[in-house]
């Protein structure tokens, strides 16, 4: 410990005994002594802050396009790409008719939205505000409230200053701009780490609201059937260290079916609704057409359709072999392992769940984002430069998927 003399030395002990003025108001103090709530709202609020005058300054230099005109304002350039199917699905619902493109395959369609995000933002649409502003508001509440969620799970695994940093490293991600755009990411992530920080409680029964209400925000539910599955196998062998009764494997196996059942709700509403037992998964094949034609669905194949699509061969197949292995390497590093194995095995599910259904293309990155609880294996270290670098990488990075992925610029064939 110090003694009296080198914390007077320090400033941090006046000749009388208490601390001085300068160390009781000096900012690090300031911070600290903040709840931790205030500390993540401060943090999304700065983050959110930083975005924006990425996008301001991006949308002064948008030239006029299908959705806006030049130089939009904030909410109205928030509100690109699929943004626009969120507003006229509030409007209009849902086909009954799938449209049908000259080929007779079925086009693009508002189907392949699901409907939570918009019934939202049409309750503040209602009350009158516009829905470009509403869209935005509500992303941006449900980040929030995801990042405080994310906070407490952290918590459980992480010291506090690295479950901080990993808050962080969650406000400032790469595609962290859609938490403030019209799009339903944002609430998608915030029913997922509720689910994740009940299921690492232990509060199984309360998975089920939530589960219900994520399966139709944003695609993941089967992922977690999966997770739950996995987690009632672990559970399982580890009885004898870690009691596993009766009751809780009935809970468990149930709640697992539940979620596999209300991840195939929707396919099942929009084969009730058009009379096609196919419309969900016609509609989801539409937006690949553009690359490969329309070809039928074969799980495990859509990756290396794209790895011969953007490289050719042997790297087509080459790379996609590579990223499963490296990714599997990296979950049983160090680091991610402080995560605990039921995060682990949520990362693992939901990756295995895009690698079985989904093309790769430039929404990747956006869809990849729900692997959000591996930011807290970055933070594990404390080296204020592997922090700050980190930091900046990210924010550089941001500005490099808005500038490919959000800016249109004439005919643009890589949306978010």
Known sequence: MRTRAALVAHGRLALTGRPTRRSRWSPRVRWRVLPWWARVTLIYAAARAITTVFVLVMAQGQAANAWTGAKPGYFAYANLWDARWYAWIA?????????????????????????????????????????????????????????????????????????????????????APIMQFGYAESLGFLWLAIALLLLVDRRYVWLLPVLAVWAFTRPGALAFALTLGLHWIVRWFTRERDPFPAREQVVVASVAVFAGLVGLAWPVVAWAV???????????????????????????????????????????????????????????????????????????????????????????????????????????????????????????????????????????????
């Not at 995000?117 to 980040?143: E, H, K, N």
């Not at 929030?144 to 459980?156: E, I, K, P, Q, S």
């Open 91 to 175: 409007v209009g619902g849902y086909p009954s008719d799938l449209p049908i493109d000259d080929n007779g395959h079925v086009a693009e369609n508002a189907w392949a939205f699901l409907p939570a995000f918009p019934a939202i933002v049409r309750v503040f649409t209602t009350a009158g505000l516009p829905w470009d502003v509403a869209s935005v508001l509500v992303a941006l509440a449900a980040g929030l409230g995801a990042a405080l969620v994310f906070h407490r799970l952290m918590t459980r695994f992480l010291e506090p200053d690295q479950a901080m940093f990993a808050v962080v490293l969650f406000c400032v991600a790469p595609v």
């Open 274 to 416: 058009t009379g096609s037992p196919t419309a969900y998964l016609d509609t989801e094949l539409a937006w690949r057409a553009p690359y490969i034609g329309y070809v039928e669905l074969a799980p495990l194949t859509p990756w290396f359709q794209s790895g011969d699509w953007w490289l050719g061969q042997p790297m087509g197949t080459i790379a996609p072999i590579a990223l499963v292995v490296g990714f599997a390497v990296f979950l049983f590093t160090p680091w991610v392992k402080r995560l605990g194995v039921d995060l682990r095995l949520w990362c693992a599910s939901y990756a295995l769940y895009l690698f079985a259904v989904f093309f790769p293309q430039s929404s990747t990155f956006r869809l990849l984002a729900p692997l959000f609880p591996l930011a807290g294996a970055l933070a594990v270290p404390r080296s204020p430069w592997w922090r700050g670098g980190l930091v900046v990488a990210s924010l550089a990075l941001q500005v490099g998927w808005l500038l490919i992925g959000w800016r249109i610029d004439g005919y643009d064939w890589t949306p978010p």
